[in-house]
């Protein structure tokens, strides 16, 4: 007789299966005590395929439970990884006020390092929950100028106070933290800035970069960052860029110390400027100076939103005072300071060869285009991008920007095959005379992309906030997921409807980008920042 046996499958992973596996395989790298490059870059790679494949309740239980069962020796590593399963800005205040109670303890090249690290997860929209709109007026700016004063009090920088010379502002420096090449947009918006000054308005100018983002790995923060240096650019030299010419002092040590702080700081008191033009955020150098009252300061922000800065005079990126969404007990020192500008656009040459798409002639093709795809395109706008491409069997869709993991995640979409990745364009207006719309993903930045768009006559689809938001202007913005999908759709389907955005595209683009007159305001606010300072030191003695 034969005896049926039944065939047992075998069980499915439960949720909370792959949460304790997930806190095991975490655990590993939690309790190590030596840590090198590699190891960093494990260990973020497995936080960050967590991160992807377990959902939000699982990721709060995964990070509960290491929370309870993790060592905690170390404050930086431990939060820096629960922020990155959460976005729960929790964390972030627990290593933030770990590292100020720690006083003169604690490194300043470790608080500079852990500074940036966080600044860069909340550029790019890590955190979640309602804690954001405090977190960086209260707890990050007075984190940032209590690591300026500890910088400026324990390495003897405090700069002297220079004598204010008569007369109209004849000698500016303009101070940034990174300058690299003339593919990278900030590195082209410093350069026309300080071109302008000198060329059109007659001023003798020099750029001095700091190279102020992390050039090493301070301490087990996950993720790490450590910023591309342009290692050729080094010293004092003329450089020349779109038929200009601008002095350039370049500091291009990795290591943030205080010899490297100490030769920036006296290379900008030998050159003796009237006026310092804090170009983007976080700027240490400058504020080194700001906070001593030792020279005028205006900060000139280059992206939209909350600057950290302590110069006296801190510029809009856009002319609406962005401070109004600031909690009330924290707006104050930000409202003070604030002066509406328009950060303005330069357009960048075009030589109009064709750029090859691996699509056919007459393809309508949406672009999406950035530095920083990998991270800002994620699961949900690949399904966003999918759904446009279903309403539209025609079109094809454009990636412009270096990428290393985009590609890959491409292949299982439904309209994977009608997505393609061109990697760094050198002409981006060449790619735009091709292009019908411009999607701007959920990001905090996409400036620069929307503006030349924009001038090219490219109709962009973004939401209500961030840079591409701002400088597209409401017309552009949508309020939500269906909206982007119907307004992306319409471009790219309604020729009439096309014809109109394509014309108001160009308008706007007149309206944000007369970047000579956003030149004259600057060196007007300059001129009160001098006034400003003037007062002060009258008030003082």
């Known amino acids: 007789m034969a005896v049926s046996r039944k065939v047992q499958k075998m069980p499915e992973t439960v949720q909370s299966d792959r949460v304790t596996a997930a806190a095991a395989a975490m655990?590993?790298?939690?309790?190590?005590?030596?840590?090198?490059?590699?190891?960093?870059?494990?260990?973020?790679?497995?936080?960050?395929?967590?991160?992807?494949?377990?959902?939000?309740d699982s990721r709060l239980a995964l990070a509960e439970r290491l929370e309870r069962e993790a060592p905690s020796n170390d404050n930086v590593r431990l939060r820096s990884v629960l922020f990155l399963l959460t976005g729960d800005l929790y964390h972030y205040e627990r290593i933030l006020h770990y590292l100020i109670l720690g006083g003169d303890s604690a490194d300043p090249a470790a608080l500079h390092y852990t500074h940036w690290c966080m600044s860069r997860q909340l550029f790019l929209g890590a955190a979640g929950g309602d804690k954001l709109a405090s977190f960086v007026p209260c707890d990050q700016f007075r984190f940032y100028t209590a690591m300026v004063r500890q910088i400026a009090r324990r390495w003897?920088?405090?700069?002297?106070?220079?004598?204010?010379?008569?007369?109209?502002?004849?000698?500016?420096?303009?101070?940034t933290n990174q300058f690299t090449n003339q593919g990278h947009q900030p590195t082209r918006d410093c350069f026309d800035f300080a071109a302008r000054m000198q060329d059109e308005f007659g001023l003798d100018v020099a750029i001095i970069n700091v190279n102020g983002l992390p050039g090493r790995v301070e301490s087990v923060f996950i993720p790490p960052m450590v910023a591309?240096?342009?290692?050729?650019?080094?010293?004092?030299?003329a450089l020349r860029m779109f038929g200009r010419q601008v002095k350039v002092a370049s500091f291009t040590q990795p290591a943030f110390s205080q010899d490297k702080l100490r030769v920036i700081v006296e290379a900008i008191d030998g050159y003796d400027p009237d006026l310092i033009v804090s170009f983007g955020g976080s700027n240490i150098v400058a504020d080194l100076f700001a906070d001593s009252g030792a020279r005028p300061v205006v900060a000139l922000p280059?992206?939209?939103?909350?600057?950290?800065?302590?110069?006296?005079?801190?510029?809009?990126?856009?002319?609406?005072d962005h401070t109004l969404s600031i909690p009330a007990l924290y707006r104050g020192p930000f409202a003070r300071r604030f002066r509406p500008f328009t950060f303005g656009y330069t357009l960048p040459p075009s030589d109009g060869v064709r750029v090859n798409t691996g699509f056919a002639d007459g393809t309508p093709l949406f672009a999406v285009v950035g530095t920083r795809l990998d991270q800002e395109v994620t699961g949900e706008v690949l399904g966003l991008l999918d759904n446009i491409l279903d309403r539209c069997p025609d079109a094809g869709l454009v990636f412009a920007g270096e990428v290393r993991d985009l590609p890959a995640r491409l292949a299982p979409l439904r309209n994977g095959q009608r997505m393609r990745c061109l990697g760094h364009v050198p002409d981006i207006r060449a790619l735009y005379g091709l292009c019908r719309v411009f999607l701007n993903p959920p990001r905090q930045g996409g400036g620069g992309g929307a503006a030349f768009a924009l001038a090219e006559g490219v109709p962009v689809v973004t939401y209500g906030w961030g840079d591409g938001a701002v400088v597209s202007g409401p017309e552009f913005c949508v309020s939500g997921r269906d909206a982007f999908v119907e307004r992306a759709v319409t471009l790219a389907t309604d020729a009439a409807a096309h014809a109109a955005a394509g014309a108001a595209a160009k308008a706007r683009f007149i309206e944000i980008g007369d970047r000579n007159r956003c030149v004259e305001r600057l060196i007007a606010y300059g001129e009160e920042a001098r006034t400003l300072l003037r007062a002060e030191r009258a008030g003082a003695n």
């Open 302 to 320: 280059t992206s939209s939103g909350i600057t950290l800065s302590l110069a006296p005079i801190v510029l809009g990126f856009e002319e609406r």
């Open 156 to 175: 003897g920088l405090t700069p002297p106070r220079a004598t204010l010379r008569d007369g109209p502002i004849r000698r500016v420096a303009v101070v």
């Open 27 to 56: 655990m590993v790298y939690l309790t190590d005590r030596q840590f090198d490059a590699e190891k960093i870059n494990r260990f973020t790679a497995l936080c960050e395929e967590i991160r992807r494949d377990l959902d939000l």
């Open 228 to 237: 591309e240096v342009a290692a050729d650019l080094e010293g004092v030299y």
